[in-house]
C-alpha cells in the first residue's frame, strides 16, 4: 500500500547526542515537511522539501537538518543543539504544489524523549 | 506571518450533540484552508477550501469558508464518542518560496461523552 512511513516509532536520546529519525514516502510525491508537534501548540514547520536537493526551513528550524537526497525520502536530524527536543515529530508529503492544489498527508509519526 | 487561531481550545459535548468549531487566518498570499482530525498518531484530512461560500460535507461532518471575513467553521452534527479527536485547521500560502507551506492552528480538542 502507499503511504508514509516514519520511523522509530519511539526513541530516546541522551544530552548532546545528535538522533536522526526516518521519513520515506512511495506516494511519489515531490514536497516532503517535517513538524514539531507540542501539546496545546498545534504542528509547526521545520523544514520542507519541494524537489530533491533542494530544501528550506520553516518557522522553527534552529537545532535541526536535513537532507533530500532521494525523492522517497526525508530524513530529519535533531541536533545537540536543539535544547528542547521532547516533542512528537511528524512527517508529511503531497504531489506537485506548483500545479495541483492537493492536501499533505502525514506519517504516524516519531516520539523524541530526553533522557 | 501567517497566523492561524482556532476556537474553543477545548470543548466537551455528549452524544448527539452538534458541535461548532471555529477557525480565523491571516495570510499574506491564501491559496487552501484545511481541517484535519488527529487521534493519536497523525492527522487525516477532513476538507480542503478554496472559495468562499461552497459547503463541503461528508456524512455528518461540514466545513464552510468565508474568505472575506477571513474564517471557517467546521460543525458536526449528532456527535458519537468516535468523534473524539483534537480538530487542527491549517492555511496554505501560494506566494514564492512559501508555496505550499502549511501554517496550522493550535487546534480544538473535542470530548464527546456517551
Known amino acids: 500500500d502507499g503511504g508514509i512511513t516514519q520511523s522509530p516509532k519511539y526513541l530516546f536520546r541522551k544530552e548532546g547526542q545528535n538522533v536522526t529519525l526516518s521519513c520515506e514516502q512511495n506516494l511519489n510525491h515531490d514536497a516532503m515537511y517535517w513538524y514539531r508537534q507540542d501539546p496545546g501548540q498545534g504542528l509547526r514547520l521545520i523544514y520542507y522539501?519541494?524537489?530533491?536537493?533542494?530544501?528550506q526551513k520553516g518557522d522553527i528550524a534552529e537545532g535541526y537538518s536535513v537532507s533530500r537526497e532521494k525523492k522517497e525520502s526525508f530524513p530529519l536530524t535533531v541536533t545537540s543543539a536543539q535544547k528542547n527536543p521532547t516533542a512528537f515529530y511528524l512527517c508529511?508529503?503531497?504531489?506537485?504544489?506548483?500545479?495541483?492544489?492537493?492536501?499533505?498527508?502525514f506519517g504516524d509519526g516519531t516520539r523524541l524523549s530526553i533522557l | 506571518e501567517d497566523k492561524v487561531v482556532q476556537s474553543p481550545l477545548s470543548l466537551v459535548v455528549h452524544e448527539g450533540d452538534t458541535v461548532t468549531l471555529n477557525c480565523s487566518y491571516e495570510?499574506?498570499?491564501?491559496?487552501?484552508l484545511l481541517w484535519y482530525k488527529q487521534e493519536k498518531k497523525a492527522p487525516t484530512f477532513l476538507f480542503m477550501l478554496t472559495s468562499s461560500g461552497i459547503e463541503k460535507k461528508s456524512g455528518r461532518l461540514s466545513s464552510i469558508l468565508d474568505k472575506k471575513e477571513l474564517f471557517s467553521i467546521l460543525n458536526i452534527t449528532a456527535t458519537q464518542t468516535g468523534d473524539s479527536a483534537v480538530y487542527l485547521c491549517?492555511?496554505?500560502?501560494?506566494?514564492?518560496?512559501?508555496?505550499?507551506?502549511?501554517?496550522f492552528g493550535q487546534g480544538t480538542i473535542l470530548t464527546v461523552h456517551p
Open positions: 508529511a508529503s503531497n504531489p506537485d504544489t506548483g500545479r495541483r492544489n492537493q492536501p499533505q498527508h
Open positions: 491549517a492555511v496554505t500560502n501560494a506566494g514564492g518560496t512559501s508555496y505550499g507551506k502549511l501554517t
Open positions: 522539501s519541494q524537489i530533491v536537493n533542494d530544501f
Open positions: 495570510v499574506t498570499n491564501f491559496r487552501s
